[in-house]
């Protein structure tokens, strides 16, 4: 079955830096996308990155755009993502995802994996 595992996560001080990872398991993990999302208590969840299945192409919210870099490792069935310049609004559950591929398809979630900011 699909398995997406994150880690990473942590309590640090803002201008801080932390790096969350996704372990998947059990489908073809260079076919898909993979995105990272984010949900502060109270709000609604957020995208926050997308990387191709190739992992050449990257795409950002305004609101990490130069601060934070997705990655992949295909061999590792992994995907990463750095958080530089942190800041107490990035506080959040963040959260790995694969995206459905077709109409026969689902899209699947972490559990997530708390950050924290302190100011």
């Known amino acids: 079955q699909v398995q997406l595992v994150e880690s990473g996560g942590g309590l640090v001080q803002s201008g801080g830096s932390l790096r969350l990872s996704c372990r998947a398991s059990?489908?073809?993990?260079?076919?898909?996308?993979m995105r990272w999302y984010r949900q502060a208590p109270g709000k609604e969840r957020n995208l926050v990155a997308t990387?191709?299945?190739?992992?050449?192409?990257?795409n950002y919210a305004n609101f990490v755009e130069g601060r934070f870099t997705i990655s992949r490792d295909n061999a590792e069935n992994t995907v990463y993502l750095q958080m530089n310049a942190l800041k107490p609004e990035d506080t959040a559950a963040y959260y790995c995802?694969?995206?459905?591929?077709?109409?026969?398809?689902?899209?699947?979630w972490g559990q997530g994996t708390q950050v924290t900011i302190s100011s």
């Open positions: 995802n694969r995206p459905s591929m077709a109409a026969w398809d689902r899209e699947y």
């Open positions: 059990g489908f073809s993990f260079r076919a898909y996308n």
């Open positions: 990387i191709s299945s190739s992992g050449g192409n990257a």
